[in-house]
C-alpha cells in the first residue's frame, strides 16, 4: 500500500492521566483471535487468491472462517482501498471516521468488520431480546433494506441474528422481531427512535455502532434524532463506533468528534470521477431543451438496446408525470418515490429485476444509494441537486448514463463539473430521437 494509502489518526495521541477507580473502564481493544473451526469441512484452500503488489486481500487479514466463505460467496477477492484501510483500525477494535462514496465498498467494510468482531467475541450472558450488539443507522429505507441484504449475505454461514427496522412498512411486524435476540440491528433514524421511545428496543448494551451517510443525516434533518439515539448508547469510550461520510465537512467533523473515540480517519477517493473521464461512451450527456425531454426519453426507451433503464426526476411530481407519459406510449414502467408504500415501491423494484418492467422512475431522494446492478441504462431526467448523486450512478462500470441537460439544469451542472474536476462532454441527441 502506498504511503497516500496509509491511515492517519484523527488527532495527536496525548499522555494518559492515571484512571478515576470510580469512572467506568474504557472499552477494550480488542485483540485478533484465531478464527475458530469451521464445523463444515470448507477450508482456505478452497478459496485461492494469489497475493498481488499493492492489493489487499480479505486473506491478509486473519478473517473467520465462516465469514471467509461468506466473501468467496460473494466473488470478492481483493479489499478495496476503503475496505483495507478500515480493516487495519476496526478488526482491533478501533474507532473509525472514513470519507468515502457510495459504491466504494464501505458497506462491506462496516459490516465485515462487525462481523468479524461478533465471531471472535462472544455474546454476553443474559443476552434481552431487542438489546442488539451492533446498530447501524442510515439516512433512507432503501439503504437500510440494502444494508440488512448484504448483512444477511455475510452471515450465512454464522449463527448471527439480523434484523431491520424501516419507516414505510408494518410496525407491528417490526415490533414481534424484536420480541426476539437481535445481534446487529439496522434502521433509520426516526423508526429506530420511535422503538427506543416505546422500550421495544434496548440500546443500552450496544458494541458497535455504524452511523452510516453522516452528511446525507445532516442534509435531511436527521441529526437531532440521531442525537438521542446515541446518548441511550453507552459512552464512546464502551462501544466501537464507524462513522461513513461522503464528505468530511467541518459538520461532520464535529458530530464525529462527539461520538467517536481516538477514532482514525481515512479517506479514499471515488474511482468513478477517473471513470467518467476515460470512458465517455458509457457516460453520455445530451444538450435538450425541457419541453422535448419526454419525447426525448420515450424514443430512447423504444430503442431495442435499452433492456432496463431506471430515470431519475428531482421531484415526487415530476416522476409521476414521467411514468404516466411512459405508460401512454405503451412502456411498461412504474413508479419509485415517497409517494407510494413501502411494499409498493419494494414490489416495483422487485418486477425491475425480474423483467417484467422495462423502466423504473425513482426520485432523486428515493433513489439515493439505489444500486444499478440490474439496470442497462440509467436516465438522468434532471441533473441530480446533489453531486455524489451523479458519481454514484456513474460509478456503475455495466450500465450506460445518459443525462439530460436542459434550461433548468444549468444550475446543477457547474457544481457536478466542479466535483468531478471534469468538463462532461456536451452533445446533440442522436438524429432522429427528436
Known amino acids: 500500500m502506498s504511503e497516500t494509502d496509509q491511515t492517519q489518526p484523527a488527532a495527536e495521541q496525548t499522555q ?79 474507532d473509525v471516521v472514513g470519507r468515502a462514496q457510495t459504491g466504494s465498498g464501505k458497506t462491506a467494510a462496516f459490516l465485515i468488520a462487525t462481523l468479524a468482531y461478533f465471531l471472535e467475541e462472544k455474546a ?14 442510515a439516512p433512507t429505507r432503501e439503504l437500510a433494506l440494502q444494508i440488512e441484504k448484504d448483512a444477511k449475505a455475510f452471515s450465512e454461514f454464522a449463527r448471527i441474528s439480523v434484523a431491520c427496522v424501516v419507516g414505510g412498512m408494518d410496525y407491528q411486524k417490526q415490533r414481534e422481531r424484536l420480541e426476539r435476540k437481535v445481534d446487529l440491528l439496522v434502521a433509520t433514524p426516526g423508526r429506530l ?143 419509485m418515490s415517497g409517494a407510494e408504500t413501502q411494499t409498493e415501491r419494494l414490489e416495483a423494484h422487485e418486477a425491475f429485476r425480474n423483467g417484467k418492467l422495462k423502466v423504473l422512475v425513482v426520485s432523486d431522494v428515493a433513489g439515493r444509494g439505489f444500486a444499478l446492478e440490474d439496470a442497462t441504462h440509467a436516465i438522468n431526467f434532471t441533473l441530480p441537486e446533489v453531486p455524489e448523486d451523479y458519481v454514484h450512478r456513474a460509478s456503475f462500470s455495466d450500465v450506460t448514463l445518459i443525462s439530460f441537460v436542459g434550461e433548468e439544469d444549468v444550475f446543477s451542472l457547474p457544481e457536478i463539473e466542479d466535483y468531478l474536476q471534469e468538463t462532461l462532454p456536451r452533445q446533440q441527441p442522436p438524429q432522429g430521437l427528436l
Open 124 to 137: 454476553p450472558e443474559g443476552q434481552k431480546p431487542g438489546a442488539p450488539r451492533a446498530v447501524i443507522i
Open 16 to 94: 494518559q492521566e492515571p484512571q478515576d477507580p470510580n469512572q467506568k473502564p474504557r472499552k477494550p481493544k480488542r485483540r485478533r483471535r484465531k478464527p475458530r473451526r469451521s464445523q463444515s469441512k470448507w477450508n482456505l484452500d478452497q478459496f485461492p487468491v494469489a497475493p498481488v503488489a499493492g492489493q489487499w486481500r480479505f486473506h491478509d487479514f486473519d478473517l473467520p472462517l465462516p465469514l471467509m466463505r461468506a466473501i468467496q460467496k460473494a466473488g470478492f477477492e481483493y479489499c478495496t482501498p476503503i475496505q483495507a484501510q478500515t480493516f487495519e483500525k476496526a478488526l482491533l477494535g478501533g
Open 193 to 335: 427512535l420511535d422503538f427506543h421511545t416505546k422500550r421495544d428496543v434496548d440500546l443500552s448494551e450496544t458494541e458497535v455502532l455504524v452511523v452510516d451517510e453522516a452528511d446525507r443525516m445532516l442534509s435531511m434533518g436527521f441529526i437531532p434524532d440521531v442525537k438521542r439515539i446515541i446518548r441511550a448508547t453507552p459512552r464512546p469510550e464502551e462501544r466501537q463506533t464507524l462513522l461513513f461520510s461522503a464528505e468530511l465537512s467541518s459538520d461532520v467533523l464535529g458530530l464525529a468528534e462527539q461520538w467517536t473515540h481516538e477514532a482514525t480517519q481515512v479517506a479514499v477517493e471515488h474511482e468513478a470521477t477517473a471513470a467518467i473521464a476515460a470512458d465517455n461512451d458509457a457516460v453520455q450527456t445530451y444538450t435538450v431543451s425541457d419541453d422535448d425531454k419526454l419525447r426525448l426519453l420515450i424514443n430512447l426507451v423504444k430503442q431495442g438496446e435499452m433492456e432496463r433503464s431506471v430515470v431519475f426526476g428531482n421531484s415526487r411530481g415530476l416522476v409521476r408525470k414521467i411514468n404516466a407519459a411512459l405508460k401512454e406510449a405503451g412502456i411498461e414502467s412504474a413508479v
